[in-house]
């Protein structure tokens, strides 16, 4: 029952600090499993999938360090069994990493289906199909079960149906110990993909090409300890950015590597926000009325799907229509029924939005409908008139590290509220 009080109005101004990438943490975490020793992961984010990523190897029997608040040191040398438990499956999308990297180092894997945002089907067939291409017998799905085994997997050529960051990385973790060279075709460029490749490398594997959409892996006999520090987060750092120009603000990004940036930045400046960038830090500001604009979503590097529902709250305050096309997603509008109580003018139809900018949001009580939906609802209080509460907060501290407090340390009028549940009330 804890919400966010956020009341808008407020131009954001300073200095905000941005962690380490969500999406490439969720998927080195499961990557420790293939290491012979100690591996330390630095510039974790402290984020509630990071915690479940973290219970999730402690209950295979990795022993997990914490050393600091963003720093962890996992030996997977102890690791006891390949199943991993339902309940914490379910918390989280990238549960299913651990198929990979269980099925990499053992040759086994029982890994329930995983939980994560919804944006209508989200089918994992082309993982699958990469571990039968490496030689694994994937088994017909039992209580919710994947089940995968091999006895030696084979190095293979792997051709993506559809570009999908999910099947990248489970055959990068899959293929990376194997007998022989992998090709995976039509690969993932985030740089998400590029950090795990990196860090795999750093561990003993030969990867090349990640970043393009060729992959090449060839197997080595074994993996090793390593310390490796974790990218910043882009779509962290563009949903800050975004907050800058939807309040009229001036706000420095700091820890970025602008390169990753470049499609969010390229928006912003067509929307009319003011943007320079120095080695690792970005400045962002804005004033009067935004410019409409076009946006369409595509794997990297287009522009971000993670980053649509905080564009679409900017073209709800531009001036003149605007068209958001969702190319990744099937259903990735379900926030727009929240944003029009605070008085947006959005019309849907399949995979386009039509924007009809207006002057002002009002406050309205609202809900987070997923990770990035919700990061939509705080930046639109930000910029509302009047005081917006946001519900089901826990989808945004999924993947945000102390979002009230970084907005906080902007100036931003943000407090988190914790209520006791009616239920509790009434039994008192
Ligand atoms: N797809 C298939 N079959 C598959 C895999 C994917 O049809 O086997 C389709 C999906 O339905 C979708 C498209 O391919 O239409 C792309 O899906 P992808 O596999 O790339 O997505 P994902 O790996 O499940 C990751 C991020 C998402 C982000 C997408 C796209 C993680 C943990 N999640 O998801 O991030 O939206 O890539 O960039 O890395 C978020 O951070 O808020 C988030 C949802």
Request: aromatic residues 4%; glycine residues 10%; charged residues 20%.
């Amino acid at each position: 029952m804890d919400k966010y009080v956020i009341r808008g109005g407020q131009p954001l101004t300073g200095t905000v600090d941005i962690s380490g990438a969500k999406n490439a943490v969720v998927a080195i975490l499961p990557a420790t499993v293939l290491a012979n020793g100690v591996c330390r992961i630095e510039n974790i984010p402290n984020i509630a999938d990071v915690a479940t990523a973290l219970e999730i190897l402690a209950s295979l029997g990795a022993t997990v360090r914490r050393i600091d608040r963003h720093t962890v040191e996992i030996d997977s040398r102890t690791i006891v069994t390949q199943t991993v438990p339902h309940d914490l499956a379910k918390k989280m999308r990238a549960s299913y990493y651990f198929i990979g990297a269980l099925l990499g180092r053992f040759g086994k894997a029982s890994v329930p289906m995983p939980g994560g945002c919804y944006f209508g089907v989200r089918p994992i067939d082309q993982h699958l199909k990469g571990f039968s291409c490496l030689g694994a017998k994937v088994m017909p799905m039992k209580n919710g079960m994947i089940d995968a085994h091999a006895d030696q997997l084979q190095g293979s050529s792997v051709y993506l149906d559809m570009v999908s960051v999910g099947a990248t990385v489970n055959i990068m973790l899959a293929a990376v110990c194997a007998n022989g060279t992998t090709v995976i075709e039509n690969a993932a460029k985030e740089p998400h993909i590029v950090d795990l490749a990196n860090f795999l490398n750093s561990m003993g594997a030969d990867i090349r090409g990640a970043g393009t959409d060729v992959i090449k892996i060839y197997g080595v006999d074994r993996l090793y300890g390593t310390t490796y520090s974790i990218i910043p987060d882009q779509i962290e750092a563009g949903t800050y950015m975004a907050a800058a120009v939807a309040t009229g603000g001036d706000v420095i990004v700091r820890n970025v590597i602008p390169k990753h940036l470049e499609s969010i930045t390229a928006k912003l400046q067509e929307m009319g926000a003011e943007i320079e960038e120095f080695d690792e830090d970005i400045r962002v500001s804005a004033s009067g009325r935004l410019n409409h604009c076009n946006v369409k979503t595509m794997p990297h590097p287009g522009f971000p799907t993670d980053m649509q529902p905080q564009i679409a709250v900017l073209l709800s305050l531009a001036e003149g229509t605007s068209i958001i096309n969702e190319g990744v997603w099937e259903n990735r509008f379900r926030y727009v029924d929240e944003l029009r109580r605070m008085g947006a003018d959005i019309q849907v139809d399949g995979k386009l939005a039509v924007v009809q900018g207006i002057p002002q949001l009002t406050a309205a009580p609202v809900k987070a409908m997923d990770l990035r939906a919700g990061a939509a609802m705080v930046i639109a209080a930000l910029a509302a008139k009047g005081v917006t509460e946001i519900e089901e907060i826990q989808y945004i501290e999924r993947g945000y590290e102390d979002i009230v407090e970084k907005l906080q340390g902007l100036g931003a009028d943000i407090e988190r509220v914790t209520e006791d549940a009616p239920g509790l009330q009434q039994a008192l």
